[in-house]
Nanobody, 126 residues
Framework: VQLQASGGGLVQSGDSLRLSCAAS????????MAWFRQVPGKEREFVAA????????NYADSVKGRFTISRDNAKNMVYLQMNNLKPDDTAVYYC????????????????????WGQGTLVTVSS
């Protein structure tokens, strides 16, 4: 499956953005659909995951209470609603798909994801 992320932009601290990830094929069979982010010079980090067709949702501590991931299997779309954005949220955001369960915490490791979108830049000014 090919993934296309969109929705990034330049916003001010406290603003909201909604990222979208469009899949070229059906996502219903994927164990985890997730968002990661990366800043230059740092490793790609986990942001949020919707597992088992969104029966389970997980978030990084840094975004809990502010970000919400959703997964629409009928439309083959994944979304990341980001509220109360902070300058530390500035990064390139990537959507990703993990085919199969590989362990109880496998969803947080980028290496376990088989498919990646191209990334969309989010810049939050103070």
């Amino acid at each position: 499956v090919q993934l296309q992320a969109s929705g990034g932009g330049l916003v001010q601290s406290g603003d909201s953005l909604r990222l979208s990830c469009a899949a070229s094929g059906r996502i219903v069979s994927y164990y985890s659909m997730a968002w990661f982010r990366q800043v230059p010079g740092k490793e790609r980090e986990f942001v949020a995951a919707a597992r088992y067709n969104a029966g389970l949702k997980n978030y990084a501590d840094s975004v809990k209470g502010r970000f919400t991931i959703s997964r629409d299997n009928a439309k083959n779309m994944v979304y990341l609603q980001m509220n109360n954005l902070k300058p530390d949220d500035t990064a390139v955001y990537y959507c990703a798909a993990q085919d199969n369960f590989k362990g109880p915490t496998s969803y947080v490791q980028p290496s376990n994801y088989n498919h990646w979108g191209q990334g969309t830049l989010v810049t939050v000014s103070s």
